[in-house]
């Protein structure tokens, strides 16, 4: 399921969603997202599993993503853990390119 509040510019996606975020290199999946669009932030619940670059990665039960920021907040299941691989270049890259609107989209 997937919807949008145009009131509140809320975007939801439940069950199994995919997220793309080709500006940030950022693909994701979790059970539920959503998209805060005044607040500029993305909420990911249940089973989240975030690939940024290709290579850095977070696995945890809830990830809040700042976009403005361009940080991720991530919390485990109670008991539980987060898991983060992040790979750091020799080299620093550029991305100063502007941010564009993520895509949710829900795979059946």
Same mark, same amino acid.
């Given at each position: 399921?997937?919807e !949008?509040n145009?009131n %509140?510019?809320i975007? %939801?996606?439940?069950g199994n969603?995919q997220l793309s975020? +080709?500006s940030?290199?950022i693909?994701?999946?979790?059970?539920q997202a959503?998209?805060?669009?005044?607040e500029?932030?993305?909420i990911l619940?249940?089973?989240? !599993?975030?690939?940024q670059? @290709?290579?850095?990665?977070?696995? @945890?039960? %809830?990830v809040?993503y700042?976009?403005?920021?361009?940080?991720?907040v991530?919390s +485990?299941?109670?008991?539980g853990?987060?898991e983060?691989? !992040?790979?750091?270049?020799d080299v +620093?890259?550029?991305s100063?390119q502007a941010?564009?609107?993520?895509?949710?989209?829900r795979?059946n």
């Open positions: 399921m997937q !949008y145009s %509140t510019e975007a %939801t996606g439940r969603v975020y +080709p940030r290199q693909k994701a999946t979790a059970a959503q998209f805060f669009n005044r500029r932030r993305i619940s249940g089973g989240v !599993y975030i690939l670059d @290709g290579k850095n990665s977070i696995r @945890g039960e %809830t809040t700042l976009v403005d920021e361009g940080r991720f991530a +485990p299941k109670s008991g853990r987060v983060s691989i !992040y790979i750091v270049d +620093p890259t550029q100063n941010p564009s609107t993520p895509n949710l989209r795979n």
